[in-house]
């Protein structure tokens, strides 16, 4: 009687744990959306789109690719940071646009607040 056919070791294999985190994915997905709705605010937009880009990279674990949530939430990011800064991007240029250089705009700044403008060049580039 021949032997050969049959393998040495255990014939049955335990399934492997999936090592994606579901709670990353939803807390991604969360600040992506978050991070879209206040892209007016440069400061929650920015932190918002930079968790859920990471929240949704480390979301896989051990895995080799990002599920479907991950995948959104990291597009959401990313569409997140992006309306962000092209708005500040773009108010900015239409203020120096409008005002021809940055010293024109600090100088109607100063006049509408009432501040003198060496007080406030000083306080801006004081070091």
Not at 20 to 28: D, L
Not at 45 to 50: K, L, M, P
């Amino acid at each position: 009687m021949q032997y050969s056919n049959y393998q040495s070791g255990p014939m049955y294999q335990p399934p492997v744990p999936n090592k994606r985190s579901a709670g990353m994915e939803t807390a991604a997905f969360v600040l992506g959306i978050v991070s879209i709705v206040t892209c007016t605010c440069i400061y929650i937009s920015v932190i918002c789109g930079a968790l859920a880009i990471m929240f949704a990279l480390l979301s896989k674990g051990g895995a080799t690719s990002m599920s479907n949530r991950a995948r959104y939430a990291l597009i959401l990011g990313l569409i997140g940071l992006i309306a962000t800064v092209i708005m500040y991007a773009s108010a900015f240029a239409y203020a120096i646009h409008t005002y021809g250089s940055i010293e024109n705009l600090l100088k109607e700044y100063c006049n509408l607040t009432g501040m003198d403008f060496n007080e406030l060049y000083g306080d801006l580039f004081a070091q």
